[in-house]
């Protein structure tokens, strides 16, 4: 009698559940940003929507004279080939994504834009693609956070880049934010605070690492030299590193509304959103 191989017999090995394989949600969910100089925008524009509209993709793509920014959900085979037809083109071979599942779609239509910057700072000399701020990778943050120094022995503080109501879904713990409701108020906020922070190593954070890329670089030209950036933002902590010195979810873009530090959408009693409405 040939052997029958079944989905319980798949997940059932060394004579035990295996506790790290689960099975994908249909979902595939990317987020990804890239910081390159951009031109034939409205070209460009036509391009990725017709890709994106024939894979059935759906989100949004922000297209600026200084790189590409964009969440997107879809199939998985869909997502890939889409991915490795955009990377065809040279100026985005380094485009690299953070990726979820969900059960179903986040977004109801497919959308590129064409704007002056990928995320809005109004300071035209702030330019990543020219050279990143100092970053710190989320195991190394762990390490730090864990014994409150950094290796130079300096007290860590977590900035947070993000807007009032994201913090409101979670943060790092006693992370400093300032209340701001648009990222274009940062600068200023960052500023008044520079001589209370002289004394401490400075690590900014935000949802998937964008907006440090500005903000770092505007820390050390300010004279904040003991700042870095969170390498890829919360979700790339949660990925390598889980819910460690951090309280709460992760406020995202899109229909899942906010992310549990394993990846997955919030339950609904838990959506600030629906207590709004209600």
Known sequence: MPKITTLAAILFDNGGWSQNKTIMKPILNIAAYLFV???????????????????????????????INLFLA???????????????????????????????????????????EIIRMNHPTIRPE?????????????EWLDRGTDDLGRPVVMIDTRNAFEVEYGTFENALHFNISKFTEFPQAITAQK?????????SFCTGGIRCEKSGLYMREIGMQHSYQLE???????EEVGSAHYSGTC?????????????????????IRKKLKS
């Open 130 to 142: 020219e050279g990143r701020a100092n970053f710190i990778t989320p195991q190394k943050l762990r």
């Open 37 to 67: 100089s951009l031109d034939g925008l409205t070209e460009l524009r036509s391009a990725i929507l017709a890709e994106c509209n024939s894979r059935q993709i759906k989100g949004t793509i922000l297209l600026t004279g200084e790189g």
């Open 195 to 203: 001589e209370a922070l002289s004394d401490k190593t400075l690590v």
């Open 251 to 271: 406020f995202v873009f899109d229909e899942r509304e906010s992310l549990e530090p394993n990846l997955k959408s919030i339950p609904i009693e838990q959506s």
């Open 232 to 238: 890829g933002g919360i979700l790339k902590y949660f």
């Open 74 to 116: 879809g199939k998985e085979l869909e997502l890939h080939n889409f991915l490795d037809w955009l990377k065809t083109d040279a100026r985005f071979s380094a485009l690299q994504t953070k990726d979820s599942w969900s059960e179903e779609q986040p977004f109801k239509k497919m959308l590129v834009k064409i704007k002056n």
